[in-house]
């Protein structure tokens, strides 16, 4: 086995092993490999600095998109059991709470347009009207089509917007701390969801439900607002190329394994987020310790990320993503199956929800690692819109999957556990191929010049390049057994 270096899994450092875009027909532009200079000054980029206003902007918005959209949660058990909204059923809920999401990715190639066309802050702001707009429609609504529209449809738009536009922010900003940054910016998700899963349950209890949306509105306004006035991007310095469809991406293998795992880990992540608290009161607790439950599963998320992003860039950022996965769905069979039934099983089951939603603080990352950073805005819009469909249904899994009784999610359990694993599978399959890359760059001089001559023809060239390419893939299995910082 060749020896690895560390270092050399830096994306920043190692362009060409990015997803190898340049072999793979990809088109690049002129200072990819320069990442931390500033192309437009001509300055050297040190990271740190307003990078961690941006940190401070993105996490705000986050907790106040992301973190709001967990509150569902408490705003489905509610629903369920309420009876205040007509013409309704439980799946129909489930499309609320799950439009909310895949909207948001189905409309992450126009976003990214939009971003290009018109820049980062008048596309985040449009999210911060539409998302105001959702909240106060959803205060008026009386039947299952007007949340539909409000708080499934019009927030998905919003969000979308919002989370489209700050997602690829962060990265730009940091190198040697990329993953820390992105993991803190991610983290305010889960601090949003944990005040909000509290704040939504008293809100309704003492204001009622109209009143709760009218409040989250004015907050979510007021502070993604303010955000976006002190928002900045790097997209000129980086060269990023914001291509709403890059169908060369879909050529490249290693980019198919990053959107399974994608696919499968959020799969599990929407059944987990929106039933815990509707799980809670099924198993016989009361509707405040549900939120609580809730309000402790995005706490973890709130403390873990940043945890998570340190360990990424410390030990491997799809060694962690992978890692992390693995985690989930452990927890999901054995801690929500076997000690969800009581209260401080369950609490303890919450404490690992920064495990659960291991996609938001890694995606960015990995992907850079994937594609690079040039790429990255390209290979997201794809991204979001691959993770469309289980966005939508899984909410409908989960509550189709969902029977009366104690014992009643049983099924949600194990498929939220089956689809996990699946989602490590991917993500484990990728990191074979990155430390294959990682080899290919430590082979020597002369072997590449083979390696080229024999492609171009050389007498016995086609027949011994295949013979490698084919070697090269039987190491993806082998590769999984190798222990390496990627």
């Not at 039933?275 to 873990?304: C, E, H, P, R, W």
């Not at 191929?433 to 760059?441: R, Y």
Request: hydrophobic letters at 50%.
């Amino acid at each position: 086995m060749t020896a690895i270096n560390p270092k050399s899994a830096s994306a920043s450092q190692l362009p060409s092993v990015n997803g190898d875009a340049q072999d793979s027909g990809i088109p690049q532009e002129k200072g990819h490999e320069d990442v931390e200079s500033d192309s437009s000054a001509g300055v050297e980029f040190i990271e740190g600095g307003y990078g961690w206003v941006v940190v401070l902007s993105v996490a705000l918005v986050n907790a106040h998109t992301w973190g709001l959209n967990s509150s569902y949660a408490v705003f489905l058990a509610y629903y369920l059991r309420s009876g205040t909204i007509e013409g309704s059923s439980p799946l129909a809920f489930a499309f609320v709470g799950g439009l909310s999401i895949s909207i948001s990715l189905l409309i992450s190639p126009l976003v990214t347009w939009c971003i290009g066309r018109f820049g980062t802050a008048f596309s985040l702001r449009v999210g911060v009207v539409l998302e105001a707009i959702s909240f106060i429609g959803a205060s008026f609504s009386t039947h299952i089509w007007h949340l539909l529209l409000s708080q499934g449809v019009c927030f998905g738009l919003g969000l979308g917007f919002a989370f489209t536009s700050t997602v690829g922010i962060v990265p730009q900003w940091f190198t040697k701390r990329r993953s820390f940054a992105n993991a803190v910016a991610t983290s305010g998700s889960g601090f949003g969801g944990l005040t909000y899963a509290l704040a939504t349950n008293a809100m309704i209890t003492n204001l009622g439900l109209a009143w709760a949306f009218r409040i989250l509105a004015i907050l979510a306004f007021v502070v993604n607002g303010g955000c976006s006035l002190i928002l900045r991007d790097r997209n000129k310095a980086v060269g990023a190329r914001h291509v709403p469809f890059h169908k060369d991406l879909l050529k490249l293998p290693e980019y198919w394994l990053f959107l399974g795992w994608g696919f499968f880990s959020l799969m599990s992540y929407v059944i987990v987020v929106f039933s815990i608290t509707d799980y809670a009161q099924q198993v016989g607790f009361t509707a405040s310790q549900g939120s609580l439950a809730a309000a402790i599963f995005n706490l973890s998320q709130g403390i873990g990320r940043p945890l998570i992003g340190l360990a990424s860039d410390r030990v491997g950022r799809i060694n962690v993503a992978g890692l992390g996965t693995l985690t989930a769905g452990f927890a999901a069979f054995i801690l929500w199956i076997c000690a969800g039934k009581y209260y401080p099983g369950l609490i303890v089951y919450a404490l690992f929800g920064g495990f659960a939603g291991i996609i938001w603080p890694c995606v960015a990352p990995v992907g850079a690692e994937v594609v690079g950073l040039q790429l990255l805005p390209a290979a997201l819009s794809i991204y979001w819109l691959v993770l469309v469909l289980p966005a939508t249904f899984a909410e409908v899994i989960g509550l189709t999957l969902r029977t009366s009784g104690v014992n009643g999610y049983i099924n949600v359990q194990i498929f939220t556990g089956i689809m996990y694993i699946t989602s490590f599978l991917f993500i484990w399959l990728l990191r074979s191929w990155k430390i294959q890359q990682l080899e290919v760059l430590a082979e020597s001089t002369q072997d590449s010049i083979m390696r080229v001559s024999a492609s171009q023809g050389m007498r016995g060239g086609p027949t011994l390049f295949k013979a490698e390419r084919s070697a090269r893939r039987l190491t993806y299995f082998t590769n999984m057994f190798v222990i390496a910082r990627v």
